[in-house]
């Protein structure tokens, strides 16, 4: 484990480490953030960070992306060598989020204190923005730490909430935030506008990864991601209380200090989005920025969003993948894993040990029932405990010769859906799928599965042997 006090030791080891890439030529902010970041993301597992010191029109802006973008800088966020494969990080993750829950340290200062606006706020002037896609309906804030309280349960630090909602720029003070019903957050509000309040919101940028990790895993209602992140880090977590009793990360460069506008609604929007397209306009809340506070120096990080896979399909992995899969596995012990690493989790594989005949479409409805589940999973592949879920080859073989559509894919019509994925009709409306691509056992008795081959002996040494060779090979 590795508790990074701030976004800046995170920054220095990944330097340390060869994974931040200083990016010293001129850039201009359109295109090239977009560009470069989406072809950052095509290096490979050990595709770096990259910071932007010379930016077109700016004096001393810093700007820093792909910080979570590949799975060597992942294996660095948990403190873990950087080569460590995808199903080792995911054990891990799922064996501290199992550890739930950690600490808070609360302190009375940050560095993120050190400049204080209150007058006259101009976020053109303060943030550098630019768009990510061209059709982007404006100038988005895509990777912030937004932290807000149930107004119902204010005093209870177990449902504060830390999340990751992009927030649309829509004037000097004010930004679109786009709430979508199964988030915590939209809950929250729902209960200020029910008491006719406005919802008070702190707005995090450029903060330490540990917490970006967590605030964009689907915990239950009642799990504090500052909690999480202390059992992932190994250490209580730094806060700061500011006067409307929100904690807001040590580690942050930027705070945006506002109001949530009680029934408040404005169009938000359209936005390149982690499916693929262009979101859409629709009607969101605004949230009224009242102050900011900074470092002297400070670095705007930002995500770029787009056809995946993109840093946001690193980010969003394995905090999709392992609380479902403890949550599923709470009631069926024999799932052994879940990779929901692809678009968000809108597909999801399931590696589980097979009962009885059905047991895998019952499995497959599980994960439906999960809160992740109900939003988005769409389409659920379930295979037998001798297939990789990380491994496609081995899914795709399983699909091929383990499926007969007539028995084994099960139909979902008109479930909830998240309003993002394009294929909805109507809109957060959609018909979700069961693939079970395990092997019937009785009482199924469907197919002719006679004995299934073996690898050869000695396959293991080789795999060594040849290993060693390849990198003696490369040096």
């Not at 992306?65 to 080792?88: K, Y």
């Not at 000097?172 to 957050?185: A, C, E, R, W, Y």
């Not at 599923?328 to 989790?345: D, I, M, R, W």
């Not at 859906?417 to 199924?444: F, H, R, W, Y």
């Given at each position: 484990?590795?508790?990074?006090q ?6 220095a ?5 060869k994974q931040?890439l200083r990016?010293?030529?001129p ?15 095509r290096?490979?597992n050990?595709?770096p ?11 001393n802006?810093q700007?820093v992306t792909n910080?979570?973008g590949?799975?060597?800088n992942?294996?660095l966020?948990?403190?873990m060598d950087p ?11 799922v064996r501290?989020?199992?550890m739930?829950p ?12 050190e400049v204080?606006?209150?007058k ?7 943030l ?10 404006g100038?988005?804030?895509?990777k ?9 349960d204010w ?5 504060e909430?830390?999340?990751v ?14 709430t979508?019903p199964q988030?915590d957050?939209?809950?929250?509000l ?8 406005d919802?008070?919101?702190?707005i995090?940028?450029?903060?330490e990864p ?7 895993t ?7 991601e500052y909690?999480m992140?202390?059992v992932?880090q190994g250490q ?6 500011n ?16 109001r ?5 609604r404005?169009?938000e929007g ?6 693929g397209?262009?979101s859409?306009?629709h ?6 920025i009242d ?10 990080e930002?995500?770029y ?7 946001l ?8 993948s392992?609380p ?6 709470s009631?069926f ?6 990779n929901a ?5 809108l597909v999801?594989?399931?590696?589980t ?15 439906l ?6 939003g988005?999973?769409?389409?659920i592949?379930?295979v037998?405990e001798?297939?990789d ?8 073989w ?7 559509p007539?028995?084994?894919i099960?139909m979902l ?9 394009p ?7 959609v018909t979700?799928m069961?693939i079970?691509?395990t ?5 199924d008795?469907r ?12 396959t293991d ?5 040849l290993e060693?060779l390849?990198?003696?090979l490369?040096?």
């Amino acid at each position: 484990m590795r508790a990074y006090q701030d976004f800046r030791e995170f920054l220095a080891v990944l330097e340390q480490q060869k994974q931040l890439l200083r990016i010293a030529d001129p850039v201009k902010l359109e295109p090239d953030m977009a560009a470069a970041s989406a072809a950052a993301t095509r290096l490979g597992n050990r595709s770096p960070a990259l910071l932007f010191n010379n930016v077109a029109g700016y004096q001393n802006a810093q700007i820093v992306t792909n910080v979570h973008g590949s799975w060597a800088n992942h294996a660095l966020v948990l403190g873990m060598d950087p080569d460590t494969g995808i199903r080792d990080q995911f054990l891990e993750f799922v064996r501290r989020y199992r550890m739930y829950p950690g600490q808070l340290e609360r302190v009375t200062s940050a560095p993120w204190q050190e400049v204080v606006i209150d007058k006259d706020i101009n976020l053109f002037e303060i943030l550098p923005l630019f768009r990510w896609n061209q059709g982007d309906g404006g100038f988005f804030i895509d990777k912030p730490c937004v932290i807000s309280r149930d107004p119902d349960d204010w005093n209870n630090d177990d449902v504060e909430n830390v999340g990751v909602y992009r927030l649309q720029v829509k004037d000097k003070n004010h930004l679109g935030i786009q709430t979508v019903p199964q988030h915590d957050i939209a809950l929250q509000l729902a209960h200020a506008e029910a008491r006719g309040e406005d919802l008070p919101v702190a707005i995090a940028l450029g903060n330490e990864p540990i917490i970006l990790l967590m605030a964009a895993t689907p915990m239950l209602y009642t799990q504090l991601e500052y909690k999480m992140a202390a059992v992932m880090q190994g250490q209580p977590y730094r806060v700061v209380q500011n006067a409307k009793g929100l904690d807001i990360p040590y580690g942050s460069e930027y705070v945006l200090e506002g109001r949530i506008l009680s029934r408040k609604r404005q169009p938000e929007g359209p936005f390149g989005e982690f499916p693929g397209y262009y979101s859409g306009c629709h009607q969101y809340p605004v949230i009224e920025i009242d102050r900011v506070l900074h470092r002297k120096d400070p670095i705007y990080e930002s995500v770029y969003v787009g056809r995946p896979w993109t840093e946001l399909d690193y980010l969003q992995a394995l905090t999709t993948s392992a609380p479902i899969f403890d949550q599923v596995n709470s009631t069926f012990p024999e799932v052994l894993a879940v990779n929901a690493l692809y678009t968000h989790g809108l597909v999801l594989i399931v590696q589980t040990k097979v009962r009885y005949g059905g047991f895998a479409k019952a499995v497959g409805l599980r994960v439906l029932s999960t809160p992740h589940g109900l939003g988005y999973a769409k389409v659920i592949i379930v295979v037998n405990e001798d297939v990789d879920p990380f491994d496609l080859n081995q899914v795709m073989w399983a699909i091929s010769v383990r499926v007969n559509p007539t028995g084994d894919i099960l139909m979902l019509p008109n479930l909830a859906e998240n309003l993002l994925d394009p294929a909805c009709q109507p809109s957060g409306i959609v018909t979700k799928m069961i693939i079970d691509a395990t092997t019937p056992i009785p009482p199924d008795r469907r197919g002719d599965y006679g004995e299934i081959l073996g690898t050869p002996m000695g396959t293991d040494t080789w795999l060594q042997k040849l290993e060693a060779l390849t990198k003696e090979l490369q040096r």
